[in-house]
């Protein structure tokens, strides 16, 4: 049974400083992976999808890598912002349904 | 282009009543799932429509069903509501039914069941 786990649970950082999230995960016959951002209340948004046959990818200050055989993914933060706050989740698709880690969900302070 | 939309946005139920919620994908995207998300057990898949076919399903009871139109939108329903049922509900849209699609989320429906 695929089991994912995202550590920290939470993290609270100065504004300005680079941060990097950790996700893993149990089962490596994954179609892909993928980085969300969720807001108190509110739906998710798509940051980053990592297929299974890459190994990294970029979007703006965002940057997350995927390492199938160690089940692991991180997500790196650039220059965080007081925008950034906000929970992350990674998911890996397993036939036809994303499975979902509990969270990190950062504090940036300005 | 516009996003996925779920309809209501807010919903009041008391147990033992049924509700139907709603979900429009992004226009050209054929493949709907859904999710349920809980403090407790964070989010959990129910299911997942393509063609109007249910493709894959989890592991909730049969008071949780669902269905998709010809055009794509796509109704979740619960009977018999329980407490236990008040949670947000996200609808995910994609292209096709395929592994290497990317999915996208809507708002959500907060169910809250008295």
């Known amino acids: 049974k695929q089991e994912v786990t995202q550590i920290p649970a939470a993290l609270s950082v100065p504004e300005g400083e680079n941060l990097v999230l950790n996700c893993s995960f149990t089962?490596?016959?994954?179609?892909?992976l993928q980085w969300f951002r969720q807001d108190p209340g509110k739906g998710l948004t798509s940051l980053l999808l990592?297929?299974?046959?890459?190994r990294e990818q970029t979007s703006g200050r965002l940057n997350a890598s995927l390492d199938k055989s160690s089940g692991r993914s991180t997500l790196y933060i650039a220059a965080s912002q007081p925008g950034d706050s906000a929970t992350y989740l990674c998911?890996?698709?397993?036939?036809?349904?994303?499975?979902f880690g509990q969270g990190t969900t950062l504090q940036v302070k300005p | 282009k516009a996003g996925v939309t779920q309809t209501p946005r807010y919903l009041i139920k008391t147990r033992g009543q049924q509700v139907t919620l709603s979900c429009s994908p992004i226009s050209g995207h054929r493949s709907v799932s859904w999710y349920q998300q809980t403090p407790g057990q964070g989010l959990q898949f129910l299911f997942e429509y393509f063609s109007e076919t249910q493709r894959n399903k989890g592991n909730f009871p049969g008071r949780f069903s669902g269905r998709q139109f010809s055009n794509s939108r796509s109704e979740m329903n619960v009977s018999t509501l329980e407490l236990g049922d008040s949670a947000l509900y996200l609808c995910a849209s994609s292209k096709g039914q395929g592994g290497n699609n990317e999915q996208f989320f809507g708002p959500g429906t907060r169910l809250t069941v008295l």
């Open positions: 089962d490596s016959a994954i179609y892909n």
């Open positions: 990592i297929q299974s046959s890459q």
């Open positions: 998911a890996v698709r397993k036939t036809g349904k994303l499975i």
